[in-house]
């Protein structure tokens, strides 16, 4: 399984890349804003996508929505700091399925793309 990194910020892009230890993930790709997680959507195929929310251009609601749009499979948790509900209702109304509060921790970030792979019968 492939895992797109989408977030501005390069520490989170890397941290989440590192921490990582799903044991069906075997492909981690980032992108550093909503245009270039679209490029890379699409030419990828990834199946699950952590997504920030607030990032220059294109933002993480758009992107999800454009992404459940090309492929309505596709798993997204939303990782943001940004801790009011409604955006997190935002997010998911546009086809994320879960929503993690920055700042996380390594078990954090396994065990929500756990529970995503769990929730879609992917384990």
Not at 23 to 37: K, L, Q
Not at 60 to 71: E, Y
């Amino acid at each position: 399984m492939k895992l797109l990194v989408v977030d501005d910020s390069h520490f989170i892009r890397n941290r989440i890349s590192r921490a990582v230890a799903v044991h069906r993930i075997d492909s981690v790709i980032t992108a550093p804003n909503g245009m270039e997680a679209l490029r890379l959507f699409q030419k990828e195929s990834p199946d699950l996508v952590t997504m920030d929310i607030t990032m220059p251009g294109l933002d993480g609601i758009a992107c999800t929505s454009a992404m459940v749009r090309l492929n309505p499979k596709v798993l997204i948790l939303v990782v943001s700091a940004v801790a009011d509900k409604a955006t997190a209702i935002r997010a998911l109304k546009q086809g994320a399925n879960g929503f993690l509060l920055k700042p996380f921790s390594d078990d954090e970030i396994n065990d929500s793309l756990t529970e995503l792979l769990r929730g879609a019968g992917h384990g």
